[in-house]
């Protein structure tokens, strides 16, 4: 039984890390709804065994693994769930990052087609190297992928790297650069 309060810290702790995970499992499947339904029950899992984690201190660790989980499983039972999709609102519009308020029109458009070129070449890789993409994306380091993802932080490194080397050669020809193969 949990005091007054463990509960208000438990309160405080998922105010502050339902939105990064929010995120995270958006990223992960094809509608918000079903990321939100993710995130619930990963987050009653957690609540549920709240007396054996410090949640406060290992928390957000746990959280993602079990977040990466749900959804690698799912993706690999249900065909659906293969693509990330850009992180939407509750209208099913891209969420905007950038202050785009002193943007002329143009750099508005360009913003928004690299943003769908970056979507397009995300949905393209395998669901385990977009997972790792996106932890790295979200801070994480090789060891929190490993642990998320339950594999060696080797093998993280390594499909953090083929998942950017992948994306890398997708968005080339958007970004008018050369490839990284190219000038070394």
């Not at 463990?6 to 918000?32: C, E, F, H, M, N």
């Not at 928004?112 to 790792?132: F, N």
Request: hydrophobic share 40%; charged share 35%; with cysteine.
């Amino acid at each position: 039984m949990l005091t007054d309060d463990q509960r208000k810290r438990l309160g405080d702790w998922i105010k502050s890390v339902t939105p990064r995970a929010l995120a995270y499992a958006r990223s992960l499947v094809r509608t918000p709804d079903r990321a939100d339904d993710v995130v619930q029950e990963c987050l009653f899992r957690l609540l549920r065994r709240a007396n054996d984690y410090d949640l406060e201190r290992d928390g957000v660790k746990l959280l993602f693994k079990a977040i990466s989980n749900l959804c690698i499983n799912q993706a690999t039972r249900e065909r659906e769930l293969v693509a990330l999709v850009a992180v939407r609102d509750e209208d099913d519009r891209p969420f905007d990052f950038a202050d785009q308020s002193a943007l002329r029109p143009d750099q508005i458009a360009q913003h928004r087609e690299l943003e769908e070129r970056v979507r397009t070449a995300l949905e393209k890789l395998p669901p385990m190297q977009r997972a790792a993409v996106e932890l790295r994306a979200l801070g994480m380091s090789k060891e929190d992928i490993a642990e998320s993802l339950g594999i060696s932080a080797t093998n993280a490194g390594v499909l953090v790297y083929r998942g950017r080397k992948a994306l890398a050669e997708d968005l080339h020809l958007v970004l008018g650069g050369t490839n990284s193969d190219e000038s070394t």
